[in-house]
């Protein structure tokens, strides 16, 4: 499997913004995918998740405000990102774990997308 985020850009707080992971190759649904992102100085932080066998998981920084999902007969992942606040300006990245049970870890995902920037002006 190889991903290619796409959708960040330049918005202002309280604007949405969805972001697209496309995947490549086969057996998509059997990866536990993830969003994460780098703001500038920090270091990459999860953001959400979606569990091959199901279930979803959110920090907690984002709950409420973004909604992670996937179609696996499309091979996409996305988040849809409302409400959005400066400190959610990073550099978003998707990545894909084969079979993943723990999701929360940037460890348990050995594929990763090149990043989409978004940026988010107050």
């Known amino acids: 499997v190889q991903l290619q985020a796409s959708g960040g850009g330049l918005v202002q707080a309280g604007g949405s913004l969805r972001l697209s992971c496309k995947a490549s190759g086969p057996y998509f649904s059997v990866y536990s995918m993830g969003w994460f992102r780098q703001a500038p100085g920090k270091g990459r932080e999860f953001v959400a998740a979606i569990r091959w066998n199901g279930g979803t998981y959110y920090a907690d920084s984002v709950k409420g405000r973004f909604t992670i999902s996937r179609d696996n007969a499309k091979n996409t992942l996305d988040l849809q990102m409302n409400s959005l606040k400066a400190e959610d300006t990073a550099v978003y990245y998707c990545?894909?774990?084969?079979?993943?049970?723990?999701?929360?870890?940037?460890?348990?995902?050995?594929?990763w997308g090149q990043g989409t920037l978004v940026t988010v002006s107050s």
């Open positions: 990545a894909a774990g084969y079979r993943t049970q723990t999701v929360v870890g940037a460890r348990e995902y050995d594929i």
